[in-house]
């Protein structure tokens, strides 16, 4: 629970303490400024944390309450509007009877008798006709209450349409979005994630750097190899140079066959000795085959 709207009422209730105890004047400007910064924070908090399907179906709950508590009334005023109907047949039934009783005494004689049934039935009447308003009101609200309840039945089917329709193209938008972000790399997921190649990515470079760099090392003799496996550049010159002799002699001798002359060894140490300058000593070391 945020605790910005909690502090905001308890300085209030501090303020009007203390303006009451005539210790401070109402509503500084430190105090609204404050207020207003609270105000702020909690407005932004409850939009963050408010879900629109989530409003629409809390307001079309409270329509169904309403629209429960409406035929609910409907069904008083129906039911108050019933029990005034059998009153009313009381009262006519008693009125009847008091009605045949005084005709009845008037013809035994008793006119004392049948007075007083005449007075108890224009009572009677009066009872019954005090009734019968009752029961037009009753009846005129009731059928006002029916027709507001039709309305609002109308309204609250009407506004359930709306409510699904806006529900589903929110959630069609909110999914569009997180599509969109997704295909961006703009969303948080995928952000962790382009993170993590990146990441992933600078780890095989500096892998590919270092492994280039102790390489280059080797080579250069800079660093020692501990195999024995690693030659210095003095020693592959001279494997160089030794392989390419290897090849020339191997040429002569094979030219050697081809032209069926003397031996291959003998051809070799002619053409050998051919290319030689003649200021060059005899005893001059030859490259024979090994």
């Known amino acids: 629970m945020d605790a910005g709207p909690v502090l ?25 400024r404050m207020g207003m910064i609270f105000r702020a924070k909690a407005n932004k908090a409850l939009d963050r944390a408010e879900d629109p399907r989530e409003t629409l179906d809390y307001s079309y ?11 609910r009334g409907v069904a008083d005023v129906a039911t ?45 009447q009066q009872q019954v006709t005090d009734l019968e308003t009752q029961h037009q009101t009753l009846q005129g609200e009731e059928e006002k209450l029916t027709l507001a309840a039709q309305r609002l039945q109308a309204k609250v089917d009407a506004f359930r349409t709306k409510k699904e329709t806006i529900k589903a ?53 800079a660093l020692d190899d501990q195999s024995g496996m690693a030659k210095d550049d003095i020693q592959a010159e001279l494997d160089r140079l030794s392989g390419g002799t290897d090849v020339e002699l191997e040429l002569q001798r094979m030219k050697a066959e081809l032209a069926g002359g003397s031996s291959p060894q003998q051809a070799i140490e002619g053409g050998t000795g051919q290319s030689q300058s003649p200021s060059q000593p005899q005893d001059t070391p030859r490259f024979d085959k090994q």
Do not use: H
């Open 61 to 71: 709950q409270k329509q169904l309450e309403l629209l429960q508590k409406v035929r």
């Open 169 to 221: 193209t929110y959630t069609a938008a909110q999914a569009q979005t997180r599509i969109g972000e997704a295909f961006s790399g703009i969303s948080e997921e995928m952000g962790d994630v382009g993170l993590a190649i990146q990441r992933a990515e600078d780890k095989t470079a500096q892998l590919q750097a270092r492994a280039g760099a102790i390489d280059e090392l080797l080579a250069s003799g």
């Open 80 to 124: 108050s509007r019933k029990r005034l109907e059998l009153q009313l047949n009381q009262l006519q039934n008693q009125s009847t009877k008091l009605e045949d009783q005084g005709r009845k005494a008037l013809a035994l004689g008793r006119e004392d008798l049948a007075r007083e049934a005449l007075s108890r039935r224009a009572a009677l």
């Open 8 to 32: 905001w009422v308890l300085l209030q209730y501090l303020e009007l303490e203390s303006v009451r105890r005539g210790r401070a004047k109402p509503m500084s400007g430190v105090m609204k």
